[in-house]
C-alpha cells in the first residue's frame, strides 16, 4: 500500500474527448507530481506542484492540464489527446519539494491511458 | 538533460542465482534511489542512499553509493520469482532555486526462470 491512489487505472479514450485523471496522497505531503511513462523510455517529469503552487511545467503541450485544489488532490485534464499521448501516467507525492536532497517521491500505481 | 545509465537493460536469470545492476552518469548526484515497478504498477521505493560510499541493505537487497557520487549499484541474492520487475534507478541532482531534479534510469527488466 503506498498511500497514493489514483484512478481510473485504465482509460480508452478518443481524439476529441475530455477526461480527467485524479490522484490522492494520504501520506500528508505537500508536493505532488506528474509523470509520463512511455515504452523504452525515461520517466518523463511533466508537472510539479508544491503546497498548491505549480512550480514546474516541463514544456508539456496545453493539451494537458494539471490542477491541484490542496496538498493532497491531483488531477490531469485531458482534450484532444493524441494517440502518441498513449501511456502510464503516474502520480507522485513528496514531503517538500524544496526539503533538499532526501525528499522521496512515492508513487501511485498509475493510469494506463489509451488514445483511439 | 542529465542522463543516468543504467545496465543491463534486461537479464533472464535461474531462480536462487545472484542479480546485479547499476547505474552510472557523467553528473554528481546527491542521492541515489532504487525503485521497482511491478506490471501495471506504480514504482516503489525499495533503497534510498544518501551519503557517498553508503551500503544499504533491504532483505535480500543490497545498494551502494559510488565513492565518486556517479555511479551506484544493486544486488539482490538468491533471486526468487516474485523478484521478477523492472528495476529504475534514480538520483537527485540540484536544478537550483532550492530544487533538485529526480532524473530516472530507463529501467532494468529482471525475468526469473523458475
Known amino acids: 500500500e503506498t498511500g497514493v491512489t489514483q484512478t481510473p487505472r485504465h482509460l480508452v479514450m478518443g481524439m476529441t474527448n475530455k477526461k480527467s485523471l485524479k490522484c490522492e496522497q494520504h501520506?500528508?505531503?505537500?508536493?505532488m507530481y506528474w509523470y509520463k511513462q512511455s515504452a523504452k523510455k525515461p520517466l518523463e517529469l511533466m508537472f510539479v506542484y508544491n503546497f498548491k503552487e505549480q512550480t514546474e511545467n516541463n514544456s508539456v503541450p496545453s493539451r494537458f492540464s494539471p490542477e491541484c485544489p490542496n496538498s493532497s488532490h491531483l488531477f490531469l485534464h485531458l482534450h484532444t489527446l493524441q494517440p502518441e499521448d498513449s501511456a502510464l501516467y503516474l502520480c507522485?507525492?513528496?514531503?517538500?519539494?524544496?526539503?533538499?536532497?532526501?525528499?522521496?517521491?512515492?508513487f501511485g500505481p498509475g493510469t494506463r491511458l489509451t488514445v483511439l | 538533460g542529465q542522463q543516468l545509465n543504467q545496465s543491463p537493460q534486461s537479464m533472464f536469470i535461474q531462480e536462487g542465482e545472484d542479480v546485479s545492476m547499476n547505474c552510472t552518469s557523467s553528473s554528481i548526484f546527491n542521492t541515489w534511489l532504487w525503485y521497482k515497478q511491478d506490471p501495471g504498477e506504480g514504482p516503489v521505493l525499495l533503497i534510498a542512499l544518501y551519503k557517498a560510499g553508503e551500503l544499504t541493505s533491504n532483505g535480500r537487497l543490497t545498494a551502494q553509493f559510488g565513492i565518486t557520487r556517479k555511479d551506484s549499484f544493486l544486488n539482490i541474492s538468491a533471486s526468487i520469482p516474485s523478484d521478477v520487475g523492472i528495476y529504475f534507478c534514480?538520483?537527485?541532482?540540484?536544478?537550483?532555486?532550492?530544487?533538485?531534479?529526480?532524473?530516472f534510469g530507463k529501467g532494468t527488466k529482471l525475468s526469473v526462470i523458475p
Open positions: 501520506l500528508g505531503h505537500n508536493a
Open positions: 507522485a507525492s513528496s514531503l517538500d519539494r524544496k526539503a533538499g536532497d532526501t525528499d522521496t517521491q512515492y
Open positions: 534514480a538520483g537527485h541532482l540540484y536544478s537550483g532555486a532550492g530544487s533538485y531534479q529526480l532524473t
